[in-house]
């Protein structure tokens, strides 16, 4: 963390082990973007440089080695300037540092990427992952993934495409949506290979300059398809469902994730704060 010297990364101040393990980190006079949702306070082209910040924030991050694995809209805050700084890199690893199973999956839900749910080695476009789908549910006011399970969520992230926020939001520019969309695809080598190339992005975007040099055509046609109808499943229907498909998709955690179940929501918040909240407790 010493390495990130960065306007855009909040600042640790002091390090120490005595009387327990703490770190203190400057006085941040503001609030997290997570108070952005659904306010309308920002145009797109504001929210844009914020988000050309945060990128440039994670490529120094990631050529320094460090991976944050848990972008969300709750770790990034706003000064009164509207500056933004990340922070919490409390479950950030540095790349090619090994990591147990039972970490590995760590993180928040809704902004995970699909490798990360699976349990890979993640590298920096996980992050870039996560800082799509923040800045997705900035723009269209709700996650892109929800549902009434930790299971639910997690199928979704890994079988599902989001809705289109032009679809959700008819006056978010089809530029910036397609940047969120790049930012969030399945696959990691389908994302933009680095911050700094998504930084760029939406720095042309506010100066009204073409971007799509790292586009593919498969993101402009899925936003003109209309929504596949889904099946309608009851509640336990759709536990059971999500669960199997899950299973289906993940191959590391296939022994690991049912153990959950047995775990009290006081417990799993110890070992990840974040899912404790979204699973209920047996």
Same mark, same amino acid.
Not at 11 to 30: A, H, R, S, V
Not at 109 to 122: F, L, V
Not at 268 to 277: E, M, T, V
């Given at each position: 963390m010493a390495k990130l010297n960065h306007e855009n990364i909040i600042?640790?101040?002091?390090?120490?082990?005595?009387? +327990?393990?703490?770190?203190?980190?400057?006085? !941040? $006079?503001?609030y997290t973007i997570k108070h952005l949702i659904g306010q309308n306070t920002l145009d797109c082209k504001n929210i844009a440089l914020i988000f050309q910040k945060c990128a440039e924030a994670l490529h120094l991050a990631h050529e320094n080695g460090i991976i944050h694995r848990d972008i969300k809209p709750a770790n990034i805050m706003l000064d009164t300037k509207n500056q933004p700084k990340i922070m919490d890199f409390g479950l950030a690893k540095q790349v090619n540092m090994q990591i147990s199973v039972n970490e590995s999956i760590l993180g928040t839900?809704?902004?995970?990427?699909?490798? =990360? @749910?699976?349990?890979?080695?993640?590298d920096r476009r996980s992050d870039i992952y996560s800082l799509g789908a923040t800045l997705y549910e900035i723009l269209v006011g709700k996650?892109?993934?929800?549902?009434?399970?930790?299971?639910?969520v997690l199928s979704q992230i890994m079988t599902q495409q989001p809705v289109p926020p032009c679809k959700i939001r008819q006056s978010i520019p089809k530029?910036?949506? +397609? @940047?969120? +969309?790049? %930012?969030?695809?399945?696959? %990691?080598? $389908?994302?933009? #290979?680095?911050?700094?190339?998504?930084?760029?992005?939406?720095?042309?975007? #506010?100066?009204?300059?073409?971007?799509? #040099?790292?586009?593919?055509?498969? !993101?402009?046609?899925?936003?003109?398809?209309?929504?596949? =109808?889904?099946?309608?499943?009851?509640?336990?229907?759709r536990l059971d469902a999500d669960k199997k498909q899950l299973y289906a998709k993940l191959s590391i955690h296939k022994n690991q994730?049912?153990?959950?179940?047995? *775990?009290?929501?006081?417990? +799993?918040?110890?070992?990840?704060?974040? !899912?404790?909240?979204? *699973?209920?407790?047996?």
């Open positions: 600042k640790i101040l002091e390090i120490g082990e005595e009387p +327990l393990n703490y770190f203190t980190m400057e006085y !941040i $006079d503001g839900p809704a902004y995970m990427s699909p490798e =990360q @749910i699976e349990g890979k080695n993640i996650p892109a993934f929800q549902g009434e399970s930790y299971w639910s530029q910036l949506e +397609l @940047i969120c +969309l790049k %930012a969030m695809e399945k696959k %990691a080598e $389908d994302r933009y #290979q680095t911050a700094e190339n998504m930084a760029k992005e939406f720095h042309k975007f #506010q100066e009204n300059q073409y971007i799509g #040099q790292f586009f593919t055509s498969t !993101i402009t046609e899925r936003t003109k398809k209309p929504e596949p =109808q889904q099946k309608i499943f009851s509640p336990e229907e994730i049912p153990k959950l179940e047995n *775990v009290s929501k006081k417990e +799993l918040g110890k070992r990840s704060k974040a !899912i404790y909240s979204q *699973v209920a407790s047996p």
